[in-house]
């Protein structure tokens, strides 16, 4: 069982900036694909986006292509999500995920999830 645990959400003002952790229990949360996950209130659950356990191959939602920037560090059991240039519409709770498969944006296939922390952005 993969436990994680996020850290770093909280309140920025448009334009800014907010770099979120998330933290694994074990280390075979290194060779899965490591995700993050967003649901603002009322909607759904939004791929943000992914990496691969190599580290060498992130993927991203459009909505955040070019300002989100996931990385990871296998040595510390850790992923982060670097969130520039923010946007109220960024408004929601983010969840770190963990999935066999490497590729999908499809959060029902990812299996380990963090109880999320809430990112709020203000105009």
């Not at 691969?52 to 992130?58: F, I, K, Q």
């Amino acid at each position: 069982q993969v436990q994680l645990v996020e850290s770093g959400g909280g309140l920025v003002q448009a334009g800014g900036s907010l770099r979120l952790s998330c933290a694994a229990s074990t280390s075979t949360f290194n060779s899965l694909t490591n995700g993050w996950v967003r649901q603002a209130p009322g909607k759904g659950r939004e791929f943000v986006g992914a990496i691969g356990w190599s580290g060498g191959s992130a993927y991203y939602a459009n909505s955040v292509k070019g300002r989100f920037t996931i990385s990871r560090d296998n040595a510390k059991n850790t992923v982060c999500l670097q969130m520039n240039t923010l946007k109220p519409e960024d408004t929601a709770v983010y969840y770190c995920a963990a999935a066999m498969m490497y590729g999908t944006s499809r959060p029902g296939d990812y299996a380990y999830w963090g109880q999320g922390t809430q990112v709020t952005v203000s105009s």
